[in-house]
């Protein structure tokens, strides 16, 4: 797929996807979706860490509204159905670590897109905000399942409900993202983050997601069962016994991802 509204770059095993519509704040509309659903599935087997970003002073604005006539048209089941869903589950399901480096404002489905990332590292000016209910709306594009998550449900219904903006210092606060860092350091930080994950064991970093989900889902006795399998896959990895050999020899690792 050729993208008209997105970047896509891969150096040095960083899969770099920015929304590029700064004229409309990264405003989400149905080619944006697909192409961002196209870009995290090729970064999952190209690259061992995809990062999404925006360009301009906004990370995504959300659903874009700028057509009037177009938006009172739109069947919105169908295009959370059809559109969102392909496009949220390809970063979830995404087999290396997926990181969302916030840069701007990050409002409705743009917030919430940022949330379903593995990791959020968010320029300290950043904000988010779910601002459904000023249109008379839901959350959507994940929102209800990942606000509950991140911040516990009293902080998730205050934000569903009164719709405030949320500074990317109080975010980070509250356990709703990773973390915010100063605007100067902000490129830095996040591409640091990312060529930290790009060198790691990549095959242990999809195990960890899927542990770490699946504790939402299961008892002790379930948890306990997925570890021990998981870590049996680990321990048969080249990484694991390169990760042993480096300890002994007392050096640094080199993981290859496999």
Not at 42 to 61: H, I, K, M, Q
Not at 104 to 116: C, D, H, I
Not at 222 to 248: I, P, S, W, Y
Request: charged share 25%.
């Amino acid at each position: 797929m050729s993208y008209s509204t997105i970047r896509y770059d891969l150096t040095d095993g960083v899969a770099q996807i920015t929304l590029a519509r700064p004229d409309v704040m990264n405003a989400l509309d149905t080619t944006m979706r697909a192409e961002i659903t196209d870009a995290v599935s090729r970064g999952g087997r190209e690259a061992r860490v995809v990062v999404l970003t925006g360009d301009g002073r906004a990370f995504c604005s959300g659903q874009d509204l700028g057509d009037r006539d177009a938006v009172a048209k739109l069947d919105l089941e169908a295009v959370l159905r059809e559109e969102y869903e392909p496009m949220l589950k390809a970063i979830v399901d995404c087999p290396v670590p997926t990181i969302a480096a916030v840069n701007g404002a990050a409002a409705g489905a743009g917030a919430n897109l940022a949330l379903v990332h593995d990791v959020v590292i968010a320029s300290e000016d950043a904000f988010f905000m779910q601002a459904f209910t000023r249109i008379g709306l839901i959350p959507d594009a994940g929102g209800t399942w990942a606000l509950p998550r991140q911040m516990g449900l009293a902080k998730a219904m205050g934000a569903a409900l009164f719709a405030d903006r949320i500074p990317a210092r109080k975010a980070e606060a509250w356990g709703m993202i990773w973390e915010a860092v100063p605007s100067e350091e902000f490129d830095a930080a996040w591409k640091a983050r990312a060529a930290q994950l790009a060198s790691g064991p990549t095959e242990a970093y999809a195990r960890i997601k899927t542990a770490l989900r699946g504790a939402f889902e299961n008892d002790l006795a379930g948890q306990l069962a997925l570890e021990a399998q998981l870590q049996g896959d680990c321990g048969r990895t080249q990484d694991f016994r390169e990760g042993v050999e480096a300890f002994l020899d007392k050096r640094a690792p080199q993981f290859e991802g496999r």
